[in-house]
């Protein structure tokens, strides 16, 4: 069928073959088509006691360095920028916090645009506050006492909860706001507000919950942020020695004079865990608080609160998970709550499972906004595997950085190195190693998938030249065949053609011997007609079967009248045959001119020669039968003749065949009487598929 042609033309064709190897390649070799890239740029070990931080403290988009550091003979930090030092600056006490993930909070508390440096220490048994306006060299606030730190197991292990800072009072004027809490001891587990122009610091209440972090959104609608300190049930502190313990969770959310909004909720069980999540999106506030329950259950409950702290349970997951705002690439706000070795589950704002994202890593995920497009990507540090990764947010375009990093070490900080057009550096401190990492967008990216066109095109130019090679091969071989083929075909011309004309011409001189001046002239007038036919034909090999049956016919005249009346002859055509096509030239003729000559002329008298074109299915059929004496018969009789008809025709079947690859047989068999004696001789010729050839080769030659 002619859709299956064009199917197979398709299928054949090198520009879709090209394209297999090409998907069987890219799946087996996946190109590095991320759009952003991550490089481990310095991997240094800091003297004990060292520390490095970035911060943009004038917003001139260049960071500088702050550099802590712990010697025998004070505390203190030097910042430098543009790789020279600013100032440097010793502080009370030390930095010898539990955790040193936050030693300092930076902020623009009078709206200057220069940020101030508020550095945090602990001397002996109290926690202090020095600020530092580094770029106007102004006298930083000497050893701000915040509070008494208290001993747990016979050690001080405090740390600083970091938060934003914020205007509480509505004055302007932003304060401080950060927290304190500690491993063993039960005090001061607090938040605390430093109000900078009147030096003077405010505490929530008492409460010995473990904090380890603060959220800030505005809960109630006034227009002032709320403050939700938050974290965990560690079990230090025993439900006697204090109100608010650590053998629960705790809900607290702090007004804006960090008085307790509504009484806090407790969430009962030991080392479980929570994180309060909020989202602000079109004047709707969604307020969430996640519940991480003991991991003797391993599952995790999520609530909705509103201003009053009444709670709505939502549904629980099967593990216990971390929870991480982000948004998707369209800016819409999704949750996403990670299981460790496992991945992300994400939802949607209104709590709808949208998809899992597979990351099969121990650390938990913490953000930042990286390249500072007010977008935090999503930081996963972890020891197990050695390695970090960094989504966008929304958890699109993971980059990996291996490193030996972790061994032992569980406190991290994390800052970002920025140089004006430069790629941001990520600055990671772990114990007492600092790394920078570069991040940037790859340079490649709006050109990584013409990696998969250049690698289509290689395959296309291979099988195009491959193709070509073997084009050249067939054809070199079809020329050479063809150029065989028509050799031999006008040898076998040059062969036919001479020998009709040499029975044509005896059959003239037989007449004239006779005196037979008219039908001489007759014969004469026949064979100037087929000599015609055959100079008009000379070049090809085919014609008409119209122009081979009269080409046959005036033969037969010619031949019936030279051997006086001894035979007749008679043609006859089915109505089905189609005869403008096209058959061989002399194809007939040869096997009649034989019947003639070896069958009917040693008859004498009573000859018959019959010529039936018939069809049968696809086939075309061409009878030439006679009643002649037989080819046995024949054989024992000597006629003039050059004796090379049939074998001339059996090598040109032989070679049309080949030449247009097409189908001609042929079949002689002895006709017998009833007794058994030879009583002529048929020949059946049938060309196969007859109709199909008929039209390949009128289109051909036409």
Known sequence: MLWKKHFHSFVANPFFLSIVPTLIIISLVPLNLNKYSAELESDIILDEGKLYFYDDLD???????????????????????????INQWNIKGTFKFSEKECLYISGDFDNDKKKEVYIFSIKGDSVFLSIIAALNNSTPVSSRFIDIAGVGNSKHDHFIVPAEMDDLNGDGIKELIFGINSGFSHYPRRVYAYYIYQDSVVKSPDASYFISGILQADIDGDSHNEIIPFGYASENIKPENAKYHDHSSWLMVLDKNLKFL????????????????????????????????????????LFEFDKHGAMRYLFSTEESTNVVKTFDRKGRVNFALFVADKGFNIFDNHWLFKKFVQVKLSGEPFLTDIDNDGSSEIIIISEREGKIVIYRSGFYHPVIVYTSLFVGESQYSVTIKRDGDKDPVVSLNAGQRNLLIKYRKNPLWPY???????????????????????????????????????????????????????????????????????????????????????????????????????????YLSLEKMRFDGQFNYRIEIADDID???????????????????????????????????????????????DNGVGRSNSSEKSYESTGKGLKIMDEYFETYNKYYNKEILYSISDLKDDEGKPCGTAVIIRILNYETHMIDTNHKYE
């Open 579 to 625: 005869m403008t096509t096209t058959v061989p030239r002399m194809m007939i003729q040869a096997y009649a001119e034989n019947a003639v000559k070896h069958g009917l002329a040693p008859k004498k008298k009573n000859g018959l020669l019959l010529i039936s074109l018939t069809k049968e299915l696809n086939d075309l059929l061409i009878t030439i039968r």
């Open 59 to 85: 917003l001139d988009g260049i960071s500088e360095r702050l550099a802590f550091f712990e010697e025998s003979n004070g505390s203190g930090v030097t910042i430098y920028t543009n790789g020279r030092i």
């Open 448 to 554: 990584c998938y013409l990696e998969y066109l250049f690698i289509y095109l290689g395959i296309l130019c291979f099988a195009m030249i491959i193709l070509k090679i073997q084009h050249n091969k067939l054809r070199k071989k079809a020329d050479t065949e063809k150029k065989i083929s028509e050799l031999q075909l006008c040898l076998i011309r040059n062969q036919l053609d001479p020998h009709f004309t040499l029975n044509a011409i005896n059959s003239v001189i037989y007449s004239v011997r006779n005196r037979d001046v008219d039908t001489a002239t007759k014969h004469l007038h026949s064979f100037a007609d087929m000599y015609r036919s055959l100079l008009l034909s000379s070049t090809s090999t085919q014609r008409s079967m119209q122009e081979e049956i009269n080409f046959c016919e005036n």
């Open 262 to 301: 509504f009484e806090p909720v407790e969430f009962p069980g030991r080392y479980s865990g929570l994180h309060p999540i909020i989202n602000i999106s079109k004047g709707d506030t969604v307020r969430v608080v996640m519940h991480n329950l003991p991991t003797d259950t391993i599952r995790s409950d």
